[in-house]
């Protein structure tokens, strides 16, 4: 267990790396999966470029959903887009940041899809085998069939064992022609996301780098934000559990005529400790508003007046330090994967 815990706050301080760990897996599993894929073309005209362009463009649009899903930081866009302005504005450019550097993420598996997918050539000859021009490749003088025929006999060039139109055209020579154009597509692709890539990441800081760097700065913050909240629930959630039960028990003891029966009592510090963990939420009423507070009115980002939240909104803390005394506070370093 002591292995696992270690490998788990490895991953946690090394979040960024393990998302682009998680991307460089997605797009090996996608080229493993077109390597596997049964890859069987209908050989009919009216079929063959629905199959084949589906295969193309469907699986990497599922792949880049996944992306998506696998990406925990789509449920803190999604609360940031959506939250009420309350005394905290929503800047357009850090949601743009936010979710640009999701989508470059959730790319990388369909691209490596689409270039797999282009460079084998198998899905392009599919697509495209009715489009072989006989006048430049087959037999121009080969009379006596309808468009309709030549078009069933070419649909059968990926099929080697049903195609029977080598009067018409040699299926070695459709099959090159068509196969160099989809590499040549392929490779095309590759250097174009390439230099993409190139851009997004090299030049775009040079250009906006005060911009670039606010905005970097800000999707930092919202993320460990939101750790740090779930964080905070979390140990008030265990601390409210365990006093909670403490005073069952306690309760039971006495109505069971067991007071005679002395537990031995918590020491004054623990007890201490435990209230200043509830920080002052001791019921489930004042939770449930502080939760629906903190969602339609976040703090404002200012640290030069401390501030405190009560049932209508928030108050400045010299008006209730004399009834409300603050929790320690504590340092925490958290590694945003964003």
Request: proline content about 4%; aromatic content about 10%; glycine content about 6%.
């Amino acid at each position: 267990m002591d292995k696992f815990r270690m490998i788990f706050q490895f991953l946690q301080s090394n979040q960024e790396s393990f998302m682009n760990g998680i991307c460089g897996i997605m797009a090996l599993a996608s080229a493993q999966m077109y390597s596997a894929f049964d890859f069987n073309c209908p050989c009919l005209p009216s079929y063959n470029l629905v199959y084949g362009m589906g295969i193309l463009f469907v699986p990497p649009l599922v792949l880049f959903l996944l992306g998506f899903v696998m990406n925990n930081n789509v449920s803190v866009l999604a609360e940031e887009w959506k939250r009420p302005t309350g005394m905290r504005q929503k800047d357009p450019a850090v949601l743009r940041y936010m979710f640009c550097s999701m989508a470059q993420r959730a790319m990388i598996a369909p691209a490596v899809w689409i270039s797999v997918t282009l460079l084998d050539g198998k899905c392009f000859m599919c697509a495209f085998s009715t489009s072989v021009p006989v006048e430049k490749l087959g037999n121009g003088s080969f009379t006596g069939l309808s468009e309709k025929e030549m078009r069933r006999i070419l649909a059968r060039i990926p099929c080697k064992e049903i195609y029977s139109g080598q009067e018409l055209v040699a299926r070695e020579v459709a099959v090159r022609y068509l196969r160099c154009i989809s590499q040549a597509l392929g490779w095309s692709f590759v250097l174009l996301m390439t230099m993409l890539a190139f851009l997004v990441r090299a030049l775009r800081p040079c250009f906006t780098q005060a911009a670039f760097l606010k905005s970097k700065y800000w999707s930092h913050y919202i993320d460990i934000e939101r750790k740090l909240f779930d964080e905070t629930c979390t140990e008030h959630a265990k601390t409210f559990a365990k006093v909670c039960i403490q005073q069952f028990f306690e309760a039971m003891n006495q109505d069971m005529g067991l007071g005679h029966t002395h537990s031995p009592e918590a020491a004054p510090s623990e007890v201490g400790e435990e209230k200043e963990k509830l920080l002052g939420i001791t019921d489930q009423g004042t939770m449930n508003k502080l939760l629906k507070s903190w969602h339609k009115c976040k703090p404002p980002l200012c640290l030069h007046q401390e501030v405190l939240q009560n049932g209508n909104g928030w108050v400045e803390e010299n008006q209730h330090r004399s009834h409300i005394s603050l929790p320690k506070r504590e340092i925490i370093t958290y590694y945003s994967k964003v």
